[in-house]
């Protein structure tokens, strides 16, 4: 076979190959046109005394508004109890938790960093105090979060089901309108609650933790004798053994959280950075246990085959397959003339094919999810509209990141954020 057929050869595959990984994700995005904010109807047995753990990071600004938000949930107030570990902090974050009524762990580990290993240090102080026991599941939230007045009675009505480990909640942004890059971050997490979570549940196939706004059953936490998830993305490492275990995570339609998401494209690196390097953390972990639950079939089969596909490779085979393009394009360079053409044709096609499919493909979310959620979506009109073209910029942006992320090393970095007072900007 000539090289030139291998090559044609190759995208081939290659295209099919990734287009047959993610072609259920098909079937979830019609589900999810179809269900239209479904609200769960269960009738509550009993409202429970939960606790909130909040991990922080020099978030002085922010972490008061936060408690406030909780403070006025419409829950019985001595149903909820707030904790807070101020997480290496050099500013006035546990003073201020102080003021606004949580009770405040202080904590100072240079050597152990990241949320994962702030929040098992905080389960473990509340276990030594005596005050876990108390609490029959714990909300986990981040310091920039604002939470809606029905969140916790909402998550209670879908935990009281008594079918799931963990519930999840609808993870909104209260600043899409600051720029692009706010903006695809946002459109990311509604397209994540609409047309990922929300048909997981209609097919009951277990949901995954997205880093803030969940629910966890105290007794998984005294099971594992704390939080034992410490990769970079820990959230999703929770996620990823509960599919490989067999049990469910649930989604909550009616909560919802208003998040803080990154403006500078700096800050947005660093973190997605870290999130593809734990990525891989978590598929080298959790691989070979989510393809052997996959091959158990029915819902717990889907359940490990969306988490391990969240965690593998598609964006690295697209991308790997990108620089074989462009690799084998440079050696058809220096070979007799009459080849390069041929070659070059056959690269270009493949690159600029790849480059518009995925573009088309990430726009077509775009509109849909922005349509889906468009008044739910806290911006001016004209910025739901702009932002949607660089949606797929932003994604295009994971292919260098995603390489980078195999080879370099990735440390936990905080993101600075801000006042919450733009919340309250008119839709």
Not at 333 to 352: I, R, W
Not at 359 to 388: C, D, F, H, N, P
Request: include cysteine; charge should be neutral; glycine fraction near 8%.
């Amino acid at each position: 076979m000539k090289l030139v057929d291998f090559v044609s050869s190759f995208n081939q595959v290659l295209g099919c190959t990734i287009a047959a990984l993610y072609l259920y994700q098909v079937v979830y995005l019609v589900i999810g046109m179809l269900r239209r904010n479904r609200r769960d109807l269960h009738e509550v047995s009993r409202l429970r005394r939960y606790g909130v753990l909040i991990s922080a990071r020099n978030e002085e600004g922010v972490i008061g508004e936060l408690i406030a938000s909780l403070r006025a949930q419409n829950y019985p107030a001595d149903l909820l109890d707030i904790y807070v570990v101020a997480d290496n902090c050099t500013d006035r974050t546990a003073e201020v938790a102080r003021a606004a009524g949580a009770t405040v762990y202080r904590r100072f580990n240079r050597l152990e960093v990241g949320k994962g290993y702030a929040l098992d240090f905080l389960l473990k102080k509340l276990m030594e105090d005596g005050l876990f026991d108390r609490d029959e599941g714990f909300f986990v939230f981040d310091a920039d979060n604002l939470v809606d007045p029905n969140f916790v009675a909402e998550m209670n009505r879908t935990y009281d089901t008594g079918k799931f480990v963990a519930v999840t909640s609808y993870r909104n942004s209260k600043n899409f309108g600051d720029n692009w890059i706010s903006a695809a971050y946002s459109i990311w997490f509604l397209r994540e609650a609409r047309f990922l979570n929300s048909a997981r549940m209609a097919l009951g196939v277990t949901c995954h933790v997205s880093g803030t706004g969940f629910l966890i059953s105290s007794d998984v936490i005294r099971e594992k004798g704390g939080w034992p998830y410490h990769l970079m993305t820990e959230d999703l490492e929770f996620s990823a053994e509960c599919a490989a275990m067999g049990e469910k995570v649930g989604y909550c339609e009616g909560a919802v959280i208003y998040d803080e998401q990154p403006t500078s494209f700096r800050q947005s690196w660093d973190q997605r950075m870290r999130w593809a390097k734990g990525f891989y953390q978590v598929s080298g972990r959790y691989g070979l246990s989510l393809l052997k639950g996959t091959l158990r079939g029915g819902r717990r089969g889907l359940g490990c085959y969306d988490i391990f596909m969240l965690v593998a490779p598609g964006m690295l085979l697209t991308t790997l397959g990108s620089a074989f393009q462009i690799v084998t394009l440079a050696a058809y360079l220096m070979a007799p003339d009459y080849a390069v053409p041929q070659v070059l044709n056959l690269a270009t096609d493949f690159l600029g094919a790849g480059f518009l499919s995925f573009y088309g493909g990430m726009l077509l979310y775009g509109i849909v999810t922005v349509a889906s959620e468009w008044g739910r979506i806290r911006a001016k009109a004209w910025q739901k509209l702009v932002y949607i073209p660089l949606f797929p910029i932003f994604m295009i942006s994971y292919f260098p990141l995603t390489i980078a992320a195999l080879f370099q090393k990735v440390e936990w970095k905080p993101i600075q954020h801000k006042s919450t007072a733009q919340l309250d900007r008119a839709a």
